[in-house]
């Protein structure tokens, strides 16, 4: 397994910037696809970006689409997420998780190594 740790979160205006890292350490962090979910207070962990392990293939859910990037540096086994154009409704504890799935998946299932989360709060 790969373990992993997030930094980055913050407390930011609406309309402001932050970016999420995320630093793997373990196995071979380039044969994990990886992806980044969300879980707001009372609500659900739900999927926000996922990147292949070769860093091509981003997918987001549609309400971050055009606003939120993720990436990845596999010299320095980190993922990122940057996200712009922030908006109260995404304030939440924002988790990094890698998958071993062949195929690039956005179910909370598939990703079986998790970091501890980080609070990213947005002010209106």
């Known amino acids: 397994q790969v373990q992993l740790v997030e930094s980055g979160g913050g407390l930011v205006q609406a309309g402001g910037s932050l970016r999420l890292s995320c630093a793997a350490s373990?196995?071979?962090?380039?044969?994990?696809?990886m992806g980044w979910f969300r879980q707001a207070p009372g609500k659900e962990r739900e999927f926000v970006a996922a990147?292949?392990?070769?860093?091509?293939?981003?997918y987001y859910a549609d309400s971050v689409k055009g606003r939120f990037t993720i990436s990845r540096d596999n010299a320095k086994n980190t993922v990122y997420l940057q996200m712009n154009s922030l908006k109260p409704e995404d304030t939440a504890v924002y988790y990094c998780?890698?998958?071993?799935?062949?195929?690039?998946?956005?179910?909370?299932?598939?990703?079986?190594?998790w970091g501890q989360g980080t609070q990213v709060t947005v002010s209106s």
């Open positions: 990147i292949s392990w070769i860093g091509s293939m981003p």
């Open positions: 373990g196995r071979a962090f380039s044969t994990y696809n």
């Open positions: 998780a890698a998958s071993s799935t062949t195929v690039l998946s956005t179910r909370l299932d598939d990703f079986g190594s």
